[in-house]
């Protein structure tokens, strides 16, 4: 659906985007047929000689030519496109200013969008005014909003000038994060921060032992009591030694090359998902963003490789603006054409902990999850195909259970693999990465190589 409300405040701004002016005004249907009504009169009364007939054909012709306007008759327009992130979900918001002609009483308006039934309004404007549109869409990344026709209306309907249309441009809307309660740790931490406990003695982390004061050990860590019970006379000092606290090296890789709704049918490319439907590429952006968000949280280190596009790769980093790259990023990501065949997978810090947000439609990501396992990463593979809706087509629902077939395998030699897989379009994506994170917890990471004993 498609809302069109006033938003009072007039916006005199200049900038408009408007198709060229010239256009005049014009009779409306009813002014019009008077118009045509009076000249018939005047040819009737010219033939049959009534001069009564004539009177009121004149009468008719002088009312609409003396009601004629003069001048430009033209709407200008410019949309200014706002999403808003803490708007309502699935709700996007664009601001319509108007600028009327003279003499005009209020413009006649109509928005549509493909996939929606447009909404059509008649406000009343003098001089300018600024219109609040609603647009609503389940989608994420680069996309069009409205489209705008619009018509001024003057003499209470009776003249009518040019339709002239505001073409909406594209607006890039950004994927929200879903709140994880708890995520996987890779096989290693690195760094001195962060938040995750580690095997390596430093600071901030739970207790390791209680140990002889030695050199380097600062005497703030002395332990008084342990001190009193081992050596009452002070001959030999305790201090209370502690584990680091670590942060994780997370690598988000998106699987771009395919963006699949939940109709079958238009997994060929011939017809375009409905707008009201979440692609696997939404699913994705939803996924990926959930999952960044998260881990940035816990100040780990976060970055992005596309399976697509080679030139999409963002290196690790942390903080807010980290996200806010990777959220942008995220919401640029569709297929484009036909990706390059790679000869290797993508390079990623070592002891990483890689998530694999994909279809699993071909082997690629399945030779890649197994790949990067090998070479001592934590992977977690997380499908994003949406569910599929069954159709009655026999033909289509053939080609599904085939396809879904050969997924089902390539799914099946990922969890063979010890690849843990998360389906995100199921509701319980949070439960299943709790699970793992839990099976990932029981043997605590270690930060680094194993080291003597100090």
């Known amino acids: 659906m498609t809302g069109v409300t006033d938003q009072p405040t007039p916006d005199p701004r200049t900038g408009s985007r408007t198709t060229s002016p010239g256009g005049g005004w014009g009779a409306s249907g009813g002014p019009a047929w008077t118009g045509r009504a009076g000249v018939v009169l005047l040819v009737v009364a010219a033939l049959v000689g009534r001069p009564d007939l004539a009177l009121v054909g004149a009468l008719a012709v002088l009312v609409v030519v003396g009601g004629r306007r003069g001048g430009p008759a033209d709407v200008t327009a410019r949309v200014d496109q706002v999403v808003e992130p803490d708007g309502p979900p699935g709700s996007l918001r664009a601001d319509l200013h108007l600028g009327v002609p003279s003499g005009a009483d209020a413009v006649r308006v109509r928005v549509d969008r493909p996939g929606y039934r ?102 703030r860590r002395v332990d008084w009591r342990v001190t009193a019970r081992r050596a009452p006379a002070l001959e030999q000092l305790y201090v209370r030694r502690t584990l680091a606290l670590a942060e994780a090296t997370v690598t988000l890789v998106v699987d771009s090359r395919d963006d699949l709704g939940p109709d079958p049918a238009t997994w060929g490319g011939t017809q375009p998902a409905r707008p009201d439907d979440s692609t696997s590429a939404d699913l994705a952006r939803q996924a990926a963003a959930s999952v960044a968000e998260g881990h940035l949280s816990l100040g780990d280190r976060v970055g992005m490789e596309d399976l697509g596009v080679r030139r999409r790769t963002l290196r690790v980093g942390t903080g807010r603006r980290q996200l806010d790259r990777l959220v942008q990023q995220l919401a640029l990501i569709r297929p484009q054409g036909r990706p390059p065949d790679r000869v290797r997978a993508p390079q990623v810090t070592a002891g990483s902990l890689v998530y694999l947000f994909s279809t699993f439609f071909d082997d690629e990501p399945v030779h890649l999850a197994r790949t990067w396992q090998r070479t001592g990463h934590r992977v977690v593979a997380v499908d994003v195909l949406p569910q599929p809706r069954r159709t009655t087509d026999p033909r289509v629902e053939l080609a599904l259970r085939m396809v879904l077939i050969d997924r089902t395998d390539r799914l099946a030699a990922v969890r063979a693999a010890g690849i843990d897989v998360v389906r995100w379009a199921d509701g319980a994506a949070a439960t299943h990465l709790l699970e793992v994170a839990r099976r990932s917890r029981r043997a605590p990471a270690h930060a680094g190589p194993r080291r003597g004993r100090g």
């Open 118 to 219: 447009a909404g059509e309004a008649l406000v009343a404007v003098a001089g300018s005014r600024t219109l609040e549109v609603r647009v609503a869409s389940v989608r994420t990344g680069r996309q069009r909003l409205f489209r705008a026709q619009l018509q001024a209306v003057a003499g209470a309907g009776q003249h009518t000038g040019p339709v002239r249309e505001a073409p909406a441009g594209e607006a890039v809307v950004l994927p929200r994060g879903r709140g994880l309660a708890e995520l996987p740790l890779p096989p290693r931490l690195r760094g001195s921060t962060g938040q995750h406990r580690s095997r390596r003695p430093g600071d901030g982390g739970d207790l390791r032992d209680v140990h002889p004061l030695g050199p380097g050990d600062p005497p």
